[in-house]
T-cell receptor, first 112, second 115 residues
């Protein structure tokens, strides 16, 4: 079953602007991961943040994690047309073996 | 590194036939692989966990007799959709994981259309 909820479900912004997506989850986690999916393709891993971390950066990506609120955010700065894709958060639960539970996703459209 | 391939990338079949999808880890060994299903504009739903040398673990609501999984080697898992029906039409994606709960590497997906 889906654990995560993401908002917004869809987001359209102008190229160069920043995009922020949020993810909420329900159970205790080992880590939270963000993935990108271009239309009709597989998923690409973007970033992993562990439960004892609060913020992580990778290039134009910034991820925060608030375990007290069971939420995470993904910020993409200086967006580009190539960032147009669906973005999913996925949680790895404590004692969940290697299983990931995916959120509902945010469809991001960057307008050139 | 960490490349996962799937074959075929798309398949069209008649209702009632069986379809086999292969998932291969190309440059690493994977004792565990995962199979997901994704309907249009929806998220990924985990179907089953494929374990090398043992039976797959299916998620609640997934028919194990309909979706047969075989993990014959450390680099290959197969998903067979038996007696496929139009409602089985979907995008099937596999992944292979790293250490427990760490980054998973996803295949490009297989689009199945059952007529």
């Amino acid at each position: 079953s889906q654990q995560g909820e993401e908002d917004p479900q869809a987001l359209s912004i102008q190229e160069g602007e920043n995009a922020t997506m949020n993810c909420s989850y329900k159970t205790s986690i080992n880590n939270l991961q963000w993935y990108r999916q271009n239309s009709g393709r597989g998923l690409v891993h973007l970033i992993l943040i562990r439960s004892n971390e609060r913020e992580k950066h990778s290039g134009r990506l910034r991820v925060t994690l608030d375990t007290s609120k069971k939420s995470s955010s993904l910020l993409i700065t200086a967006s580009r047309a190539a960032d147009t894709a669906s973005y999913f958060c996925a949680t790895a639960q404590i004692f969940g073996n290697e299983k990931l539970t995916f959120g509902t996703g945010t469809r991001l459209t960057i307008i050139p | 590194g960490a490349v996962v391939s799937q074959h075929p990338s798309w398949v069209i079949c008649k209702s009632g036939t069986s379809v086999k999808i292969e998932c291969r880890s190309l440059d690493f060994q994977a004792t565990t692989m995962f199979w997901y299903r994704q309907f249009p504009k929806q998220s990924l739903m985990l179907m089953a966990t494929s374990n090398e040398g043992s039976k797959a673990t299916y998620e609640q609501g997934v028919e194990k007799d309909k979706f047969l999984i075989n993990h014959a080697s450390l680099t290959l898992s197969t998903l067979t959709v038996t007696s496929a029906h139009p409602e089985d039409s979907s995008f099937y994606i596999c992944s292979a994981g790293g250490i427990k709960g760490e980054t998973q590497y996803f295949g490009p997906g297989t689009r199945l259309l059952v007529l």
